[in-house]
């Protein structure tokens, strides 16, 4: 059974506090996607890598960077943790392969900036 | 930009109500499309992948149409029932340069199916 974990389900952190959210995955997928989701506003892409160390910022890159050490880890950093981060942030992985594959996700971290 | 738009924002029914949710794109440039179903504070369960040169796939009472050149795309649930209760997403997956493999959301359906 194919599996994205991400590293907590619920997470609270001050303002100002470096955080790192952790996303695996066990499929030896090439692509991994950051989303955050918000009420009104759907998903919106933070961040994705299609490869080892190699990374693209998405539609809403700023507070945020990625990090992609390894094939199956892929996480989200935030630098100095604000209040407007406070949200659902979603992981999710792909095979290569020119986007003609299924996207898995993982259950998400809500995380609240206090 | 891809924009995806889906329609109805929310809909509830009774149960063993046949349902169809809609889903367009603005650019045709996709190489799939995929439903996702997603719970109250959970993450989200892929239902169905249409490939670009696919016109429909079907997983039990699920069956999702795809029409590339129109832009739309439908799930069709047929006899629902409260468990089908949740948060319907579509996504289609760019096969523009270096976005390639990236998802597009809409903003969902919420479904509710009462007793």
């Known amino acids: 059974d194919v599996k994205v974990t991400q590293s907590s389900r619920y997470l609270v952190k001050r303002t100002g506090e470096k955080v790192f959210l952790e996303c695996v995955q066990d499929m030896d997928h090439e692509n991994m996607f950051w989303y955050r989701q918000d009420p009104g506003l759907g998903l919106r892409l933070i961040y994705f890598?299609?490869?080892?160390?190699?990374?693209e910022k998405g539609d809403i890159p700023e507070g945020y960077s990625v990090s992609r050490e390894k094939k199956e880890r892929f996480s989200l950093i935030l630098e100095s943790a604000s209040t407007n981060q406070t949200s659902m942030y979603l992981c999710?992985?792909?095979?290569?392969?020119?986007?003609?594959?299924?996207?898995?996700f993982g259950q998400g971290t809500r995380l609240t900036v206090v | 930009k891809q924009e995806v738009t889906q329609i109805p924002a929310a809909l509830s029914v009774p149960e063993g109500e046949n349902l169809v949710l809609n889903c367009s794109f603005t650019?045709?440039?996709?190489?799939?499309l995929q439903w996702f179903r997603q719970d109250p504070g959970k993450g989200l369960t892929s239902l169905l992948l249409i490939q670009s040169s696919q016109r429909e796939q079907t997983s039990g009472r699920l069956n999702a149409s795809l029409d590339k050149s129109s832009g739309r795309s439908t799930l069709y649930i047929a006899a629902s029932q409260p468990g089908d209760s949740a948060t319907y997403l579509c996504a289609v997956s760019t096969d523009r340069g270096s976005t390639l493999g990236r998802l597009y959301f809409g903003r969902g359906t919420q479904l509710t199916v009462w007793p």
């Open positions: 650019d045709s440039a996709i190489y799939n």
């Open positions: 999710a992985s792909s095979l290569e392969g020119q986007g003609s594959t299924e996207a898995f």
């Open positions: 890598s299609y490869d080892v160390k190699m990374k």
